[in-house]
């Protein structure tokens, strides 16, 4: 009987070992370094997930394949973009819009070039001027004064102009005042056994600004207030 009990016993242990199912969920609790993760497992050591683990995995797997695939679109879009490049390059509407900009920039540079050429001649007719001058009078160089009233000023507040002459008997003094308000200039000259008189030199100061006025066609202010301080 006794043995009979054990076997029977026994029988009864193997009987529930094979009832009980290997997918039975043990929690096994592993802490990692951040205290935080959590194991499930099954008696047989495999790793079991939970109805909550393959929601959040579903999750995950739809996240990535999204990311795939904008991955794929971006490659896409950039694909066509180096394409619209390469036509819009090549199209007339570009072709057309560079040789408008070089025609401007040609034509800009026409201008500026003539402007430069009439500012040379226009400093080259002035020195030719100078030098004439400076050959008719013996002066060599001009003083310009304080436009501040002073004693030595020509006592209006608009400044005064002198020249510093050559110490030679045939040279000759001139006090240039220029005032602003009137358009052309008076001139005192003061001959001292001088090679010309003030009416000359009225005559010939007239005689060069007609003669630069008539070659650029306008009126040169400029040039009559470069005379002006002789």
Not at 163 to 180: A, E, F
């Amino acid at each position: 009987n006794n043995i009979m009990s054990k076997r029977s016993k026994q029988s009864k242990k193997q009987g529930n070992k094979k009832q009980k199912p290997d997918s039975q969920i043990t929690v096994v609790r592993k802490i990692t370094s951040n205290g935080k993760t959590t194991v499930n497992e099954n008696e047989n050591g495999n790793l079991v997930l939970t109805p909550e683990d393959k929601k959040r995995l579903e999750t995950v797997k739809a996240l990535q394949a999204k990311a795939k695939q904008a991955s794929i679109d971006a490659k896409d879009a950039k694909a066509k973009a180096i394409e619209a490049i390469q036509a819009l390059d090549g199209s007339d509407a570009i072709k057309a819009i560079k040789q408008d900009i070089e025609a401007r920039l040609k034509a800009q540079e026409t201008i500026t070039e003539k402007a430069l050429t009439a500012y040379q001649e226009a400093k080259d007719k002035l020195q030719s001027i100078q030098s004439e001058y400076q050959a008719l009078t013996g002066i060599d160089k001009k003083v310009k004064a304080s436009k501040s009233k002073s004693k030595a000023g020509n006592g209006n507040g608009n400044g005064k102009f002198e020249t510093v002459v050559k110490q030679k008997d045939d040279c000759v003094n001139v006090l240039v005042t220029h005032k602003d308000t009137k358009s052309l200039f008076e001139y005192s000259l003061y001959a001292k056994n001088g090679k010309i008189s003030k009416e000359d030199w009225l005559k010939l100061r007239h005689g060069l600004v007609s003669q630069f006025e008539r070659d650029t066609k306008e009126d040169n202010l400029t040039l009559r207030a470069y005379l002006s301080n002789l």
